[in-house]
């Protein structure tokens, strides 16, 4: 962690280890105690919930965590890595229990990038997942402006050099924030060649200042909420520029019909 996280950390927060379920449970908090941040993550829940394919099907949320999707997609199924209050199920995204083509949909936020083996996750997704059903995540991007943000300002690795896999046994504290850029952008052909059961529909990098002045689950400062709006308008006014700074991307992976 760098000298300014670590005086900018959220005093609830701060010094706890990440892969401890009492830290996620005080996130929740942090979130409760930002009206900004609230904000945003309804906004990015939103987003999730207009990428869902139309028709009834079960929905599955990994990595429900502190958040609050449920409020946006009420049938939801949520589930995490570790037994947390108000989750409803306990487990391992690269090995789902769920039957063959039994949802529509798996989303999740900021989870994608903590998996050990994303190849795998995406086999087991394709199991469960229908054809034209959908992965929609939003997750950290590479832009120049990111590479400077996710180098000093947050306490998990940040390495686009990398490959698929990420080392780590803590299912938080293993991370590489660069791994979505890293499937679907910088080796995208090897995608397409090697997870046929999947098209990537849309990649829209996006938010390049808001996460940061919300200071996320991990830091002190946010901004007041009624300034989310007018952060919000003054982003979507950087166009195309977005694409070299942004922070995040929404992203959505559609199952394909049997070949």
Known sequence: MSL???????????????????????RRRVIASKPFLQQLYREWYQTLAASLPPGAGRVLEIGSGAG????????????DVQPLPGVERTLDAEQLPFAAGELKAILMIDVLHHLRQPAR????????????????????WVTPWSRL??????????????SWEVDGDGPLSRA?????????ARDRDRFAR?????????IRPLMPVAYLLAGGVSLRLSLPGQSYPL??????L??????????????????????
């Open 68 to 79: 609050f999707l449920r409020e946006v997609v009420p049938d939801l199924i949520t589930s």
């Open 194 to 202: 090697q997870e046929r059961e999947w098209t990537i529909a849309t």
């Open 4 to 26: 300014w996280s670590r005086l900018l950390a959220h005093p609830l927060t701060a010094g706890r280890a990440l892969d401890d379920v009492q830290t996620t449970v005080l």
């Open 121 to 140: 996750f995406l086999e087991e997704a394709a199991r469960v997942v229908r054809p034209g059903g959908i992965v929609g995540m939003i997750e950290p």
């Open 176 to 184: 590489n924030g660069a791994l979505p850029w890293i499937l679907f």
């Open 238 to 259: 950087l166009g195309r520029a977005t694409e070299k700074t942004a922070m995040f991307a929404h992203i959505v992976l559609e199952r394909s019909a049997p070949r």
């Open 231 to 236: 952060v919000r308008r003054l982003e979507r």
């Open 149 to 162: 943000v996710y180098a000093h300002l947050h306490p998990e690795p940040f390495d686009p050099e990398a």
